[in-house]
């Protein structure tokens, strides 16, 4: 059936990432409304947010100056 087809096609967009107003014009939505009941989250859908979420958390924390307990950033090792 064509809405199968049209179903699938907002999720796989949502899925890469297009933004919500990019996929409803190609996939001719007019309203927010309508979009959100062919935009179908499944579960394996949140355990890849969650996931992603967790590496994304773990980049920003190894990028981060090390502080001490007083909130003054350690100084930089020498290397000799």
Do not use: C, W
Not at 66 to 75: L, V
């Amino acid at each position: 059936m064509f809405h199968d087809l049209r179903r699938t096609g907002v999720r796989n967009l949502r899925r890469l990432g297009v933004a919500e107003s990019v996929a409803m014009k190609i996939s001719g939505h007019k309203t927010p409304s309508v979009f959100k009941r062919y935009d179908i989250v499944e579960m394996a859908d949140l355990a890849e947010a969650a996931a992603r979420l967790d590496q994304a958390e773990i980049a920003s924390v190894s990028r981060r100056p090390i502080r001490s307990e007083f909130g003054q950033t350690a100084p930089k090792p020498h290397h000799f």
